[in-house]
């Protein structure tokens, strides 16, 4: 799955990412501040201009994040090892609306029309690891409250769609808000219940494709 869906690693320093774009793209610093790549200082906690920038992407796992299409608009990055946030996303620019995108659609579209079906779940890990383990009709809401954008998105290919959330008091009341939403704009919506403490990640590491379906 790291070259199906473009996975990388971004480095522990604090400015690897910022020295390399300014010399191969020869991107401004505040370009890069705009879409979410650096972060930069509060005047008050810095005297020095040129140590105002650092990278925003750290020791992560990094998840390009394409629309339908397959164009890359954003990313998200998982901690590896301790700390917070575990999950850092691109804030929201003029091609990247959380509330409008579902990762993985690129890739799951067709078989969303084939199967006539759509399984939506919450994380990029859970939609990675069904789709590498032949479930391909899946998308991730990638934590965010389902939205009626998100609903438009799917009908074109169809308007059946199983919520798949973990199970956990969290990952109910998001179906059960999600429930509402998807129903509100037409689809035809189910959800399944998983084994107490596993998500779709989890399940289909333990105990394999056939008990996830």
């Given at each position: ?66 629309d339908s299409h397959g164009n890359i608009i954003a990313f998200g990055g998982r901690l590896v090892g301790d700390g917070e946030p575990k999950y850092l996303n691109s804030p929201e620019t003029l091609v990247y609306k959380k509330s409008r995108q579902l990762f ?68 109910h009341a998001a179906a059960e808000r999600g429930f509402e939403v998807l129903q509100e704009q037409g689809l035809s919506v189910f959800v ?22």
């Amino acid at each position: 799955p790291i070259e199906d869906y473009q996975m990388g690693w971004a480095l522990p320093g604090w400015r690897d990412l910022l020295t390399h774009l300014e010399g191969q793209a020869k991107c401004s610093r505040d370009t890069l501040a705009k879409y979410g790549l650096v972060s930069k200082k509060e005047a008050a906690e810095t005297r020095d201009k040129t140590d105002a920038y650092y990278d925003r992407f750290r020791e992560r796992l990094i998840f390009p994040i394409q629309d339908s299409h397959g164009n890359i608009i954003a990313f998200g990055g998982r901690l590896v090892g301790d700390g917070e946030p575990k999950y850092l996303n691109s804030p929201e620019t003029l091609v990247y609306k959380k509330s409008r995108q579902l990762f993985g659609l690129n890739k799951a579209k067709e078989a969303i029309r084939r199967e006539n079906q759509v399984l939506i779940v919450e994380g990029y890990f859970d939609q990675i690891r069904a789709w590498e383990n032949g479930v391909q009709n899946v998308v991730a809401s990638c934590g965010t409250a389902l939205t009626a954008q998100q609903a438009l998105l799917l009908k074109p290919f169809t308007e059946k769609v199983v919520l798949v959330f973990d199970a956990d008091p969290a990952g109910h009341a998001a179906a059960e808000r999600g429930f509402e939403v998807l129903q509100e704009q037409g689809l035809s919506v189910f959800v399944a219940a998983l084994p107490e403490g596993h998500d779709p990640d989890s399940l289909i590491q333990e105990q394999g494709k056939d008990a996830f379906l």
